[in-house]
């Protein structure tokens, strides 16, 4: 069974940063390419960032290019997510899963709001 429990979300205003957390149960995760995802009022679930098992390469949305940082510390089963210089348009729900995802698998995210 795999458990995902996203946190470190809140309100921040544009130009701050705020990182999250997704903390994982299970064996799954050592083995897996985790992914973020996050959905905003009214729009799809969206993938964010990637990051393979070993950590060693990642990939960004070109939303978030630069400004994300995709991490993971397999000792702890947690996956990070750093995110800097952050705008009033990645305000939404943001979610940890594998990539690609387990459809069982989604938490309830960890909400994230950005005040211009």
């Known amino acids: 069974q795999v458990q995902l429990v996203e946190s470190g979300g809140g309100l921040v205003q544009a130009g701050g940063s705020l990182r999250l957390s997704c903390a994982a149960s299970?064996?799954?995760?050592?083995?897996?390419?985790m992914g973020w995802y996050r959905q905003a009022p009214g729009k799809q679930r969206e993938l964010v960032a990637t990051?393979?098992?070993?950590?060693?390469?990642?990939n960004y949305a070109d939303s978030v290019k630069g400004r994300f940082t995709i991490s993971r510390d397999n000792a702890k089963k947690t996956v990070y997510l750093q995110m800097n210089s952050l705008k009033p348009e990645d305000t939404a729900v943001y979610y940890c899963?594998?990539?690609?995802?387990?459809?069982?698998?989604w938490g309830q995210g960890t909400q994230v709001t950005v005040s211009s």
């Open positions: 990051i393979t098992s070993g950590g060693v390469s990642t």
């Open positions: 899963n594998r990539d690609p995802p387990l459809l069982f698998a």
């Open positions: 299970g064996t799954i995760f050592s083995f897996s390419a």
